[in-house]
């Protein structure tokens, strides 16, 4: 059973949960509900419910499946977390391997669920790859975190908003014989390059060159989804507003993650003015910037007149 220390009594507003904090809740209850009324006392004992000993069952019932739910639920910073642990022998459990993202205030790796003593625990940004043990059940939950870009979660790294620029550098031979290689034969790390007629077979081949990299497609039509490559990240031309602000930010994340390991890495953003949303359009394409260990370049097919030049002045590129 995982156990929480020194965590605030919570009371749950059960209507005001998601529906995978629904099913969850309802999980926990029923296994809660086959314990005796002694074993209940125990379990509040132990986990410091308030009464354990001079409330009824059903009312004990609620106030531990409470307890026990709300580490599942967003916390202020500043609020101890306490110990997360599950015992993986008593619960069903798979691998799974996934880059984390925030969806309804609520934060995930692929399908399963990251609590937030997960989440603060292992110091998990959005846009990592996370490699972990997660419960199968009701909802599938993260309880172990294995590592994080291949890297230990002990292992020390910078937040990119807080690393400095650098004087840009050549790629050397890694681009040599490449598509990207080929049209832009001089790039540097860091550059932000307009190309004025990318192709969705141009982006595709950018993420295919022999470095770290980040292809994000937008207003893509189901037709051409076939022609980009798995791994990138595609917002579909049907796609809501908010929906395709959400997968362009999470694109972002996951090209400024793999930059603070101290890689180079390029992101090719095809469909750039799609997104409709000046705040995200000037957020992925003045993200290119080179640190004295790693840097990002973003390749766009920006309207070099859009906003009265404001892309073309702050290009490093344009093709």
């Known amino acids: 059973m995982a156990r929480i220390k020194k965590v605030p009594s919570k009371v749950i507003i ?3 949960l998601s529906d995978v904090m629904k099913r969850i809740y309802d999980e926990k209850y029923g296994e ?14 132990e986990m410091g419910v308030e ?27 500043d609020e101890a977390l306490g110990e997360y642990t599950v015992d993986l022998s008593e619960v069903p459990n798979e691998r799974v391997k996934g880059i984390l993202e925030e969806k309804n ?24 790859l996370v490699e972990g043990v997660c419960t199968v059940g009701a909802a599938r939950v993260l309880v172990v975190v294995n590592n994080v870009d291949g890297e230990s979660v002990k292992a020390s790294r910078e937040s990119f908003s807080t690393l400095k620029s650098s004087p840009r550098r050549e ?36 993420t295919l060159a022999p470095v770290a990299s980040v292809g994000l497609f937008m207003g893509i039509a189901p037709e051409d989804e076939h022609k980009i490559a798995p791994a ?69 097919d920006v309207d070099e007149d859009k906003d009265g030049g404001i892309y073309a002045r702050t290009a490093t590129t344009i093709v």
Request: some cysteine.
């Open 32 to 45: 809660f509900s086959r314990k005796t009324i002694l074993q209940l006392r125990e379990m509040a004992q």
């Open 232 to 300: 990138n990240f595609v917002i579909p031309f049907d796609c809501s507003e908010t929906e395709s602000a959400r997968i362009a930010k999470l694109a972002l994340s996951r090209a400024k993650r793999l930059a603070e390991r101290g890689k180079d890495v390029i992101m090719a953003v095809y469909g750039y003015d799609y997104i409709a949303n000046r705040d995200i359009e000037r957020a992925l394409f003045g993200a290119g910037r080179c640190f004295s260990r790693g840097s990002l370049t973003i390749i766009a």
């Open 171 to 206: 790629f050397g031979q890694m681009l040599v014989g490449t598509e990207i290689g080929k049209a832009l034969p001089d790039l540097q790390t860091g550059e932000r390059v307009i190309i004025k007629n990318m192709t969705i077979e141009m982006a595709n081949a950018i």
């Open 105 to 128: 205030g609520e934060y995930y790796v692929g399908e399963a669920l990251v609590p937030v003593p997960v989440l603060k625990g292992a110091r998990l940004r959005i846009g990592d």
């Open 51 to 77: 009464s354990p000993t001079t409330v009824p069952k059903a009312e004990l019932l609620k106030r531990i499946t409470d307890w026990e739910i709300s580490k599942y639920l967003p916390k202020d910073e």
């Open 14 to 16: 059960y209507d005001n």
